[in-house]
């Protein structure tokens, strides 16, 4: 199954480290980010997770729940996550989904759809390195693929995450290394007239086709 952005985020039903859950019933009504990794017990993503664990505040703040997922059995997790703590200074706050089989990396495409479980190394499962963030429509919004030798950046995620729930809001759209508080671009499918009425402050106009405003609070 091949996933693009704007596609239903496929629903499965897991084992975590917090109970088995169904993962369009945990979303709810806010937002979601799905993060894999190949392996438990390996170095990068070690302190992946445990930095995500201390991010979580900022994405409790903007109604977005995350979740990982590893491709070993919870009962590895639970002894990766004291791990985690002890190097990284964040206990695991997050649920941490078991896949063993392999399933829901199939179901995301994350992983050749040829591959069987069982005793696989992380070389084997290098492809299981993906972000996906889920809206609140149960669809896919972003995706970002890293390789296992590059830490991910999770700022990047909080800050892309920003600029979808923006976008989302107020039908804006957000221009090269955007951050919370800077210009945001109309887009093209906004006519002058209409964007006139909708920023009545006005907005900067550099061509026809890339006007800026101040961002919508």
């Given at each position: 199954m091949t996933i693009r952005i704007g596609d239903d985020a496929p629903d499965f039903t897991a084992e975590t480290t917090e109970g088995t859950l169904k993962f369009h019933e945990w979303i709810g009504n806010g937002w979601a980010i799905l993060?894999?990794?190949?392996?438990?017990?390996?170095?990068?993503?070690?302190?992946?997770?445990?930095y995500m664990a201390g991010l979580k505040?900022?994405?409790?703040?903007?109604?977005?729940?995350?979740?990982?997922l590893s491709v070993d059995p919870?009962?590895?997790?639970?002894?990766?996550?004291?791990?985690?703590e002890e190097t990284q200074g964040h206990a695991i706050n997050y649920p941490l989904i078991g896949d063993q089989d392999l399933t829901i990396a199939?179901?995301?495409?994350?992983i050749?759809?040829?591959?069987?479980?069982?005793?696989?190394?992380?070389?084997?499962n290098a492809t299981v390195r993906s972000v996906f963030i889920v809206g609140p429509d149960k669809k896919v919004?972003?995706?970002?693929?890293?390789?296992?030798?590059?830490?991910?950046?999770?700022?990047?995620?909080?800050?892309?995450?920003?600029?979808?729930?923006?976008?989302?809001?107020?039908?804006?759209?957000?221009?090269?290394?955007?951050?919370?508080?800077?210009?945001?671009i109309i887009p093209t499918s906004v006519?002058?007239?209409?964007?006139?009425?909708?920023?009545?402050?006005g907005f900067k106009t550099?061509?026809?086709?890339?006007?800026?405003?101040?961002q919508p609070k």
């Open positions: 993060f894999s990794h190949p392996k438990d017990f390996t170095p990068v993503c070690t302190t992946e997770l445990g505040p900022e994405f409790d703040k903007r109604n977005t729940k995350i979740i990982g919870v009962s590895d997790h639970k002894n990766w996550v004291g791990d985690i199939k179901l995301y495409d994350m050749h759809p040829n591959a069987s479980g069982g005793a696989r190394t992380a070389v084997d919004k972003a995706m970002l693929v890293y390789p296992m030798s590059a830490g991910r950046n999770f700022d990047e995620v909080l800050r892309l995450l920003d600029a979808l729930q923006l976008n989302a809001a107020h039908t804006v759209a957000t221009p090269v290394n955007w951050r919370p508080g800077d210009d945001v006519s002058d007239e209409d964007a006139k009425k909708k920023y009545p402050e550099l061509k026809p086709y890339l006007r800026t405003v101040a």
